[in-house]
Protein backbone atom coordinates (compact mmCIF):
# COMPACT_ATOMS: atom_id res chain seq x y z
CA UNK A 1 0.00 0.00 0.00
CA UNK A 2 2.56 2.73 1.20
CA UNK A 3 5.11 4.36 -1.03
CA UNK A 4 8.40 3.31 0.97
CA UNK A 5 9.60 7.21 1.11
CA UNK A 6 6.52 8.09 3.58
CA UNK A 7 7.24 7.57 7.84
CA UNK A 8 3.44 7.49 8.06
CA UNK A 9 0.30 6.59 5.95
CA UNK A 10 -3.29 6.22 6.93
CA UNK A 11 -6.09 5.80 4.40
CA UNK A 12 -9.47 6.01 6.22
CA UNK A 13 -8.06 5.55 9.39
CA UNK A 14 -10.74 5.27 12.48
CA UNK A 15 -10.76 4.38 15.97
CA UNK A 16 -13.97 3.87 18.25
CA UNK A 17 -13.96 3.61 22.28
CA UNK A 18 -17.14 1.43 22.47
CA UNK A 19 -19.74 2.79 20.53
CA UNK A 20 -18.25 6.31 20.20
CA UNK A 21 -16.04 7.06 17.41
CA UNK A 22 -12.71 9.12 18.62
CA UNK A 23 -10.89 9.03 14.88
CA UNK A 24 -12.70 8.85 11.71
CA UNK A 25 -11.52 8.34 7.91
CA UNK A 26 -8.14 9.86 8.50
CA UNK A 27 -6.22 10.12 5.43
CA UNK A 28 -2.80 11.36 4.85
CA UNK A 29 0.57 10.32 4.02
CA UNK A 30 3.82 11.88 5.89
CA UNK A 31 6.96 12.00 3.84
CA UNK A 32 10.13 10.38 6.26
CA UNK A 33 12.21 13.74 7.71
CA UNK A 34 9.30 15.80 7.95
CA UNK A 35 7.17 16.88 10.53
CA UNK A 36 3.11 16.72 10.79
CA UNK A 37 1.85 19.05 13.81
CA UNK A 38 -1.59 18.10 15.08
CA UNK A 39 -4.10 20.54 16.82
CA UNK A 40 -7.55 20.01 17.29
CA UNK A 41 -9.74 20.90 21.10
CA UNK A 42 -9.61 18.55 23.49
CA UNK A 43 -11.29 15.16 22.69
CA UNK A 44 -10.79 16.01 19.03
CA UNK A 45 -8.58 12.75 18.56
CA UNK A 46 -4.88 13.78 18.70
CA UNK A 47 -4.04 11.81 21.23
CA UNK A 48 -5.67 8.65 20.10
CA UNK A 49 -3.97 9.43 16.82
CA UNK A 50 -0.29 9.33 18.45
CA UNK A 51 -1.40 5.64 20.41
CA UNK A 52 -2.42 4.50 17.05
CA UNK A 53 0.32 5.15 15.29
CA UNK A 54 2.41 4.04 18.62
CA UNK A 55 1.29 0.64 18.42
CA UNK A 56 -0.59 1.10 21.69
CA UNK A 57 -4.22 0.80 19.95
CA UNK A 58 -5.62 -0.84 17.53
CA UNK A 59 -7.15 1.12 13.99
CA UNK A 60 -10.70 -0.03 13.95
CA UNK A 61 -11.18 1.08 10.59
CA UNK A 62 -8.83 1.31 7.20
CA UNK A 63 -5.10 1.18 7.04
CA UNK A 64 -2.56 2.19 9.04
CA UNK A 65 1.34 2.08 7.60
CA UNK A 66 4.06 3.34 10.05
CA UNK A 67 8.09 3.04 8.56
CA UNK A 68 6.64 0.92 5.58
CA UNK A 69 5.17 -1.33 7.98
CA UNK A 70 1.39 -2.16 8.33
CA UNK A 71 -0.30 -1.98 11.98
CA UNK A 72 -1.41 -3.33 13.87
CA UNK A 73 -0.02 -6.35 12.28
CA UNK A 74 3.42 -5.61 12.04
CA UNK A 75 3.42 -3.64 15.13
CA UNK A 76 6.44 -5.39 16.69
CA UNK A 77 8.62 -4.42 13.51
CA UNK A 78 8.35 -1.04 14.39
CA UNK A 79 8.25 -0.53 17.82
CA UNK A 80 11.73 0.22 18.47
CA UNK A 81 12.37 2.28 15.94
CA UNK A 82 9.10 4.66 17.50
CA UNK A 83 9.53 7.28 20.18
CA UNK A 84 6.39 7.75 21.98
CA UNK A 85 5.84 10.86 24.49
CA UNK A 86 2.51 10.50 25.62
CA UNK A 87 0.65 13.02 28.54
CA UNK A 88 1.89 10.06 30.89
CA UNK A 89 5.73 9.80 31.36
CA UNK A 90 5.72 6.15 31.55
CA UNK A 91 8.09 6.23 34.32
CA UNK A 92 7.95 4.32 37.76
CA UNK A 93 7.26 6.96 40.70
CA UNK A 94 9.19 4.47 43.49
CA UNK A 95 12.28 4.58 41.22
CA UNK A 96 14.85 7.21 40.16
CA UNK A 97 15.19 8.40 37.02
CA UNK A 98 18.20 6.54 36.14
CA UNK A 99 16.95 3.59 37.16
CA UNK A 100 13.91 4.13 35.11
CA UNK A 101 16.46 4.45 31.74
CA UNK A 102 18.14 1.79 32.72
CA UNK A 103 14.94 -0.57 32.44
CA UNK A 104 14.14 1.29 29.04
CA UNK A 105 17.76 0.94 27.57
CA UNK A 106 17.86 -2.55 28.90
CA UNK A 107 13.85 -3.44 27.25
CA UNK A 108 15.34 -1.56 24.09
CA UNK A 109 18.67 -3.74 24.32
CA UNK A 110 20.69 -0.03 24.18
CA UNK A 111 24.03 -0.24 26.14
CA UNK A 112 23.88 1.48 30.21
CA UNK A 113 26.45 4.44 28.67
CA UNK A 114 23.34 6.13 26.51
CA UNK A 115 21.62 6.51 30.11
CA UNK A 116 24.30 8.86 31.11
CA UNK A 117 24.57 10.78 27.73
CA UNK A 118 20.64 11.27 27.31
CA UNK A 119 20.46 12.73 31.01
CA UNK A 120 22.87 15.07 30.51
CA UNK A 121 21.38 15.96 26.90
CA UNK A 122 17.84 16.90 29.11
CA UNK A 123 20.21 18.13 32.54
CA UNK A 124 18.59 15.71 34.61
CA UNK A 125 22.36 14.46 35.10
CA UNK A 126 22.05 16.16 39.18
CA UNK A 127 18.94 14.54 40.36
CA UNK A 128 19.31 11.16 38.18
CA UNK A 129 19.01 9.30 41.24
CA UNK A 130 16.10 11.25 42.95
CA UNK A 131 12.97 8.89 42.90
CA UNK A 132 10.52 10.32 40.15
CA UNK A 133 8.29 10.80 42.68
CA UNK A 134 10.55 14.03 44.27
CA UNK A 135 10.16 15.30 41.15
CA UNK A 136 8.80 18.46 39.98
CA UNK A 137 6.34 18.00 36.94
CA UNK A 138 8.93 19.96 34.26
CA UNK A 139 11.96 17.47 35.54
CA UNK A 140 9.52 14.40 35.30
CA UNK A 141 8.97 15.87 31.46
CA UNK A 142 12.84 16.29 31.01
CA UNK A 143 13.15 12.72 32.09
CA UNK A 144 10.13 11.58 30.15
CA UNK A 145 11.78 13.10 26.87
CA UNK A 146 15.40 10.96 27.74
CA UNK A 147 12.87 8.14 27.54
CA UNK A 148 11.28 8.78 24.31
CA UNK A 149 14.96 9.06 22.62
CA UNK A 150 16.70 6.65 24.14
CA UNK A 151 17.06 4.29 22.14
CA UNK A 152 17.64 6.68 19.02
CA UNK A 153 13.92 6.26 17.21
CA UNK A 154 13.47 6.96 13.48
CA UNK A 155 10.05 8.73 13.99
CA UNK A 156 8.82 10.88 17.47
CA UNK A 157 4.97 10.89 18.39
CA UNK A 158 4.95 13.82 20.47
CA UNK A 159 1.75 14.87 22.56
CA UNK A 160 2.47 18.20 23.53
CA UNK A 161 6.42 17.85 24.13
CA UNK A 162 6.88 21.68 25.74
CA UNK A 163 4.20 21.06 28.44
CA UNK A 164 5.21 21.80 32.00
CA UNK A 165 8.80 22.64 30.42
CA UNK A 166 10.60 26.27 31.30
CA UNK A 167 11.53 27.99 28.47
CA UNK A 168 15.35 27.15 28.97
CA UNK A 169 14.76 23.42 29.76
CA UNK A 170 12.42 23.43 26.03
CA UNK A 171 15.63 25.08 23.80
CA UNK A 172 17.37 22.65 26.17
CA UNK A 173 15.47 19.58 24.68
CA UNK A 174 15.23 20.99 21.04
CA UNK A 175 18.09 18.84 19.62
CA UNK A 176 16.74 15.60 20.97
CA UNK A 177 12.88 16.01 19.73
CA UNK A 178 12.47 19.16 17.59
CA UNK A 179 13.21 19.35 13.83
CA UNK A 180 17.56 19.50 14.21
CA UNK A 181 16.59 15.64 16.01
CA UNK A 182 16.64 14.92 12.35
CA UNK A 183 13.29 12.28 13.17
CA UNK A 184 10.04 11.83 11.44
CA UNK A 185 8.08 13.73 14.12
CA UNK A 186 4.25 14.08 14.45
CA UNK A 187 3.64 16.64 17.11
CA UNK A 188 0.29 17.65 18.90
CA UNK A 189 0.43 21.45 19.95
CA UNK A 190 -2.31 23.88 21.03
CA UNK A 191 -0.05 26.87 20.25
CA UNK A 192 -0.53 27.82 16.49
CA UNK A 193 2.51 29.91 16.12
CA UNK A 194 4.81 27.66 17.50
CA UNK A 195 3.18 24.51 16.37
CA UNK A 196 3.40 25.49 12.55
CA UNK A 197 6.79 27.09 12.95
CA UNK A 198 8.40 23.99 12.61
CA UNK A 199 6.22 22.09 10.69
CA UNK A 200 5.71 20.69 7.30
CA UNK A 201 2.18 19.85 7.30
CA UNK A 202 -0.41 20.75 9.38
CA UNK A 203 -3.45 18.56 10.59
CA UNK A 204 -6.70 20.31 12.23
CA UNK A 205 -8.84 17.78 13.89
CA UNK A 206 -12.24 18.13 15.47
CA UNK A 207 -14.82 15.31 16.57
CA UNK A 208 -12.94 13.02 15.53
CA UNK A 209 -12.54 14.26 12.05
CA UNK A 210 -9.93 15.74 9.60
CA UNK A 211 -10.82 20.12 9.39
CA UNK A 212 -8.03 20.72 8.26
CA UNK A 213 -5.21 19.70 6.55
CA UNK A 214 -2.41 21.28 4.48
CA UNK A 215 0.66 22.54 4.13
CA UNK A 216 2.25 24.11 7.27
CA UNK A 217 3.34 27.02 5.46
CA UNK A 218 -0.38 27.80 4.04
CA UNK A 219 -2.12 27.42 7.25
CA UNK A 220 -2.44 30.77 9.16
CA UNK A 221 -3.25 30.76 12.78
CA UNK A 222 -6.25 32.15 12.23
CA UNK A 223 -7.44 28.94 10.39
CA UNK A 224 -5.93 27.06 13.64
CA UNK A 225 -7.85 29.48 15.91
CA UNK A 226 -11.28 28.35 14.05
CA UNK A 227 -10.76 24.53 14.91
CA UNK A 228 -11.10 25.69 18.41
CA UNK A 229 -14.26 28.17 18.26
CA UNK B 1 14.19 -13.57 25.76
CA UNK B 2 15.94 -13.80 29.12
CA UNK B 3 17.27 -10.05 28.91
CA UNK B 4 14.39 -9.07 29.16
CA UNK B 5 12.87 -11.19 31.63
CA UNK B 6 15.95 -10.29 33.83
CA UNK B 7 15.38 -6.79 33.37
CA UNK B 8 11.72 -6.62 34.48
CA UNK B 9 12.38 -9.26 37.26
CA UNK B 10 15.04 -6.20 38.29
CA UNK B 11 12.61 -3.85 37.95
CA UNK B 12 9.51 -5.76 40.08
CA UNK B 13 12.14 -6.53 42.86
CA UNK B 14 13.37 -3.29 43.12
CA UNK B 15 10.33 -1.54 43.10
CA UNK B 16 8.96 -4.00 45.91
CA UNK B 17 12.02 -3.48 48.19
CA UNK B 18 11.38 0.41 47.67
CA UNK B 19 7.42 0.29 48.52
CA UNK B 20 7.40 -2.85 50.54
CA UNK B 21 3.55 -2.77 49.12
CA UNK B 22 2.98 -6.63 48.76
CA UNK B 23 5.22 -9.03 50.74
CA UNK B 24 5.47 -6.91 54.45
CA UNK B 25 1.55 -7.05 54.09
CA UNK B 26 1.42 -10.69 53.10
CA UNK B 27 3.43 -11.67 55.85
CA UNK B 28 1.68 -9.72 58.56
CA UNK B 29 -1.25 -11.19 57.45
CA UNK B 30 -0.20 -14.78 57.47
CA UNK B 31 0.94 -14.25 61.11
CA UNK B 32 -2.37 -12.41 62.46
CA UNK B 33 -4.39 -15.10 60.33
CA UNK B 34 -2.43 -17.83 62.57
CA UNK B 35 -3.04 -15.98 65.62
CA UNK B 36 -6.44 -16.04 64.98
CA UNK B 37 -7.10 -19.75 64.81
CA UNK B 38 -4.83 -20.56 67.87
CA UNK B 39 -7.55 -18.74 69.57
CA UNK B 40 -10.58 -19.10 67.35
CA UNK B 41 -10.12 -23.08 67.56
CA UNK B 42 -8.85 -22.62 71.10
CA UNK B 43 -6.08 -25.16 70.72
CA UNK B 44 -2.32 -25.12 71.20
CA UNK B 45 -1.80 -27.77 68.47
CA UNK B 46 -3.04 -28.43 65.27
CA UNK B 47 -2.44 -32.22 63.75
CA UNK B 48 -3.13 -33.89 60.56
CA UNK B 49 -5.72 -32.46 57.55
CA UNK B 50 -6.28 -29.34 60.24
CA UNK B 51 -2.90 -28.18 60.20
CA UNK B 52 -2.34 -28.88 56.42
CA UNK B 53 -6.06 -26.90 55.95
CA UNK B 54 -4.93 -23.93 58.21
CA UNK B 55 -1.54 -23.92 56.53
CA UNK B 56 -2.78 -24.01 53.22
CA UNK B 57 -5.82 -21.57 53.18
CA UNK B 58 -4.33 -18.79 54.99
CA UNK B 59 -1.28 -19.06 52.64
CA UNK B 60 -3.69 -18.36 49.88
CA UNK B 61 -5.24 -15.87 51.35
CA UNK B 62 -1.92 -13.97 51.67
CA UNK B 63 -1.34 -14.61 48.32
CA UNK B 64 -4.25 -13.19 47.12
CA UNK B 65 -3.03 -9.64 48.53
CA UNK B 66 -0.24 -10.38 46.29
CA UNK B 67 -1.78 -11.32 43.41
CA UNK B 68 -4.05 -7.70 43.76
CA UNK B 69 -0.92 -5.61 43.45
CA UNK B 70 1.34 -7.56 40.82
CA UNK B 71 0.44 -4.77 37.85
CA UNK B 72 -0.86 -2.25 39.67
CA UNK B 73 1.94 -0.32 39.56
CA UNK B 74 2.36 -1.25 35.81
CA UNK B 75 -1.22 -0.05 35.59
CA UNK B 76 -1.51 3.23 37.36
CA UNK B 77 1.94 4.78 36.37
CA UNK B 78 2.57 3.54 32.11
CA UNK B 79 4.56 0.62 32.45
CA UNK B 80 2.43 -1.36 30.56
CA UNK B 81 2.59 1.30 27.81
CA UNK B 82 6.17 1.54 28.38
CA UNK B 83 6.39 -2.25 27.81
CA UNK B 84 4.28 -2.59 24.87
CA UNK B 85 6.84 0.39 23.29
CA UNK B 86 9.85 -2.00 23.65
CA UNK B 87 10.53 -4.36 20.63
CA UNK B 88 10.36 -7.54 23.18
CA UNK B 89 8.59 -10.79 23.15
CA UNK B 90 5.38 -10.38 25.17
CA UNK B 91 5.49 -13.39 27.11
CA UNK B 92 8.78 -11.98 28.93
CA UNK B 93 6.28 -9.98 31.40
CA UNK B 94 4.33 -13.11 32.27
CA UNK B 95 7.30 -15.28 32.80
CA UNK B 96 8.77 -11.98 35.29
CA UNK B 97 5.45 -11.46 36.75
CA UNK B 98 5.02 -15.11 38.02
CA UNK B 99 8.92 -15.64 38.71
CA UNK B 100 8.47 -12.67 41.27
CA UNK B 101 4.53 -13.55 42.72
CA UNK B 102 6.78 -16.82 43.35
CA UNK B 103 9.44 -14.87 45.08
CA UNK B 104 7.22 -12.95 46.86
CA UNK B 105 5.49 -16.06 48.40
CA UNK B 106 8.84 -17.77 49.22
CA UNK B 107 10.19 -14.82 50.87
CA UNK B 108 6.58 -14.99 53.21
CA UNK B 109 6.59 -18.73 53.88
CA UNK B 110 10.22 -18.13 55.48
CA UNK B 111 8.35 -16.58 57.95
CA UNK B 112 4.52 -17.56 57.65
CA UNK B 113 5.71 -21.30 58.03
CA UNK B 114 8.06 -20.91 61.37
CA UNK B 115 5.11 -18.97 62.78
CA UNK B 116 2.52 -21.19 61.92
CA UNK B 117 5.13 -24.08 63.53
CA UNK B 118 5.43 -22.00 66.56
CA UNK B 119 1.36 -21.23 67.12
CA UNK B 120 0.08 -23.97 66.14
CA UNK B 121 1.49 -27.21 64.32
CA UNK B 122 1.78 -30.47 66.84
CA UNK B 123 4.35 -32.42 65.46
CA UNK B 124 7.81 -31.25 65.09
CA UNK B 125 8.31 -28.91 61.66
CA UNK B 126 11.95 -30.41 61.60
CA UNK B 127 11.14 -33.95 60.41
CA UNK B 128 8.50 -32.73 57.97
CA UNK B 129 10.46 -30.00 56.18
CA UNK B 130 12.49 -31.62 53.55
CA UNK B 131 9.18 -33.14 51.72
CA UNK B 132 7.50 -30.03 53.27
CA UNK B 133 9.45 -27.42 51.02
CA UNK B 134 9.09 -29.46 47.91
CA UNK B 135 5.24 -29.17 48.29
CA UNK B 136 5.48 -25.24 49.02
CA UNK B 137 7.69 -25.22 45.79
CA UNK B 138 4.73 -27.13 43.80
CA UNK B 139 2.24 -24.97 45.06
CA UNK B 140 3.79 -21.77 44.30
CA UNK B 141 4.45 -22.12 40.99
CA UNK B 142 0.64 -23.14 40.61
CA UNK B 143 -0.15 -20.15 42.65
CA UNK B 144 1.89 -17.79 40.75
CA UNK B 145 1.33 -19.23 37.09
CA UNK B 146 -3.15 -18.79 38.06
CA UNK B 147 -2.60 -15.73 39.79
CA UNK B 148 -0.24 -13.75 37.42
CA UNK B 149 -3.00 -14.46 35.04
CA UNK B 150 -5.70 -13.40 36.73
CA UNK B 151 -4.03 -10.56 38.15
CA UNK B 152 -3.69 -9.72 34.90
CA UNK B 153 -6.94 -10.14 33.91
CA UNK B 154 -8.41 -8.29 36.50
CA UNK B 155 -6.22 -5.39 36.14
CA UNK B 156 -8.19 -3.75 32.86
CA UNK B 157 -11.31 -4.08 35.22
CA UNK B 158 -12.61 -1.47 37.46
CA UNK B 159 -13.57 -3.91 40.17
CA UNK B 160 -9.66 -5.29 40.37
CA UNK B 161 -10.64 -5.92 44.09
CA UNK B 162 -13.22 -8.44 43.45
CA UNK B 163 -12.69 -9.83 40.84
CA UNK B 164 -9.10 -11.24 42.07
CA UNK B 165 -10.60 -13.40 44.85
CA UNK B 166 -13.58 -14.08 42.45
CA UNK B 167 -11.48 -16.31 39.68
CA UNK B 168 -8.47 -16.70 41.44
CA UNK B 169 -10.02 -18.61 44.62
CA UNK B 170 -11.57 -21.43 42.20
CA UNK B 171 -9.31 -21.48 40.15
CA UNK B 172 -6.69 -22.13 43.23
CA UNK B 173 -9.00 -24.63 44.68
CA UNK B 174 -7.48 -27.62 43.35
CA UNK B 175 -3.57 -26.30 43.94
CA UNK B 176 -4.72 -25.84 47.66
CA UNK B 177 -6.61 -29.29 47.32
CA UNK B 178 -3.62 -31.20 46.32
CA UNK B 179 -1.03 -29.19 48.48
CA UNK B 180 -3.40 -30.11 52.24
CA UNK B 181 -3.72 -33.47 50.91
CA UNK B 182 0.18 -34.14 50.10
CA UNK B 183 0.74 -32.36 53.56
CA UNK B 184 -1.50 -33.85 55.71
CA UNK B 185 0.83 -37.24 55.93
CA UNK B 186 3.62 -34.88 57.56
CA UNK B 187 2.09 -33.24 59.38
CA UNK B 188 0.62 -36.33 60.88
CA UNK B 189 0.44 -36.82 64.98
CA UNK B 190 3.36 -39.06 66.07
CA UNK B 191 5.66 -37.76 63.17
CA UNK B 192 5.37 -37.44 59.57
CA UNK B 193 4.24 -39.75 57.55
CA UNK B 194 4.78 -40.59 53.60
CA UNK B 195 4.38 -37.79 50.99
CA UNK B 196 1.27 -38.63 49.12
CA UNK B 197 2.44 -39.20 45.28
CA UNK B 198 -0.47 -38.83 43.29
CA UNK B 199 -1.52 -35.78 44.76
CA UNK B 200 1.69 -34.38 44.43
CA UNK B 201 1.66 -35.23 40.72
CA UNK B 202 -1.82 -33.55 40.25
CA UNK B 203 0.09 -30.39 41.34
CA UNK B 204 2.78 -30.58 39.18
CA UNK B 205 -0.14 -31.68 36.10
CA UNK B 206 -1.87 -28.78 37.38
CA UNK B 207 0.93 -26.41 37.35
CA UNK B 208 1.71 -27.14 33.81
CA UNK B 209 -2.02 -26.99 32.71
CA UNK B 210 -1.40 -23.59 33.80
CA UNK B 211 1.54 -22.45 32.48
CA UNK B 212 0.35 -23.79 29.34
CA UNK B 213 -2.61 -21.58 28.98
CA UNK B 214 -0.52 -18.48 30.67
CA UNK B 215 1.29 -18.77 27.57
CA UNK B 216 -1.59 -18.81 25.15
CA UNK B 217 -3.78 -16.76 26.85
CA UNK B 218 -1.12 -13.70 27.68
CA UNK B 219 -0.74 -11.77 24.71
CA UNK B 220 -4.09 -11.26 24.13
CA UNK B 221 -4.31 -10.07 27.63
CA UNK B 222 -1.88 -7.00 26.98
CA UNK B 223 -3.84 -6.05 23.76
CA UNK B 224 -5.96 -3.08 24.12
Known sequence: ?229 | MRQTVAALLAKELALELRTREAVPAMVLFSITTYVVFHFGLDRDRVTGDLAAGVLWVTLLFAAILGINRLFVADHEQGGFDGFLLAPVDRTALLVAKVIALFSFLCVVEVVAVPAFAILLLGPSLTQALPELLLVLVAANAGIAVVGTLVAALAIQTRARDLIVPLLALPLLVPVILAAAQVTTPLFAEGGAGALGGDWLAVLALYDLLFALIAYAVFDFLLED
Request: aromatic share 4%; with cysteine; glycine share 10%.
Open chain 1, 1 to 229: MPATDHAVVLRGAGRRYGERAALRDVSLELPAGQTLVVFGPNGAGKTTLLRMLATLLRPHAGEVCVLGRELPDDGYAVRGRIGFLGHEPLLYRELSGRENLRYHARLHRRPAACVQAVLDAVGMSARADDPVAELSRGMVQRLAIARTVLHEPELLLLDEPLANLDPAAAAQVQPLIGRASGCTRVVTSHDPAGGLEGADLALGLRGGRVALLAPASAVTTAQIAELYA
